[in-house]
């Protein structure tokens, strides 16, 4: 048996129905709370921007990132060291042991594909940053006038 939805419900629907999700480019909605932000290149970009400003080993990079946003992103060594040897396969960093007789921490310094791909990063990933910080905007807005 189907219920008669109340006057403020069945409006609603109508207006939701109505409205269409906000599309991007490429044709899909974009969420920027949700899985659109673990696709991106965020981690990547972070990492060979902190390793170009100084060469670094894993555990001092996650320390740094957790610094810079005051601990709002918390990075694990299960994401960073992966993506240290990803970019270090890719030639996008150099690895060197700091004592090469024994394996200590491995420094990771920023090669001239690294630079390149971290400017490419940067231009690619500067509107979605806008995106994120808009949409938080209106939500602040919103939620407190």
Request: no cysteine; charged share 35%; hydrophobic share 35%.
């Amino acid at each position: 048996m189907t219920e008669e939805l109340s006057k403020p419900v069945a409006e609603a629907v109508a207006r939701a129905r109505a409205q269409r999700p906000s599309r991007r480019a490429s044709g899909r909605s974009m969420d920027v709370f949700g899985g659109e932000l673990r696709r991106r290149d965020v981690f990547p970009l972070l990492v060979l921007h902190l390793i170009e400003r100084e060469p670094a080993y894993g555990n001092r990079l996650i320390e740094e990132i957790e610094r810079i946003t005051e601990g709002a992103i918390s990075v694990n060594p299960n994401t960073i060291y992966p993506l240290l040897r990803e970019l270090e396969a890719r030639g996008l960093i150099k690895g060197e042991w700091e004592h090469p007789d024994r394996r200590t921490r491995r420094f990771y310094a920023i090669t001239e594909a690294g630079r390149r791909e971290r400017e490419r990063l940067s231009g690619e990933l500067e509107p979605f940053f806008d995106e994120v910080i808009r949409s938080v905007t209106l939500l602040k807005r919103e939620l407190y006038g």
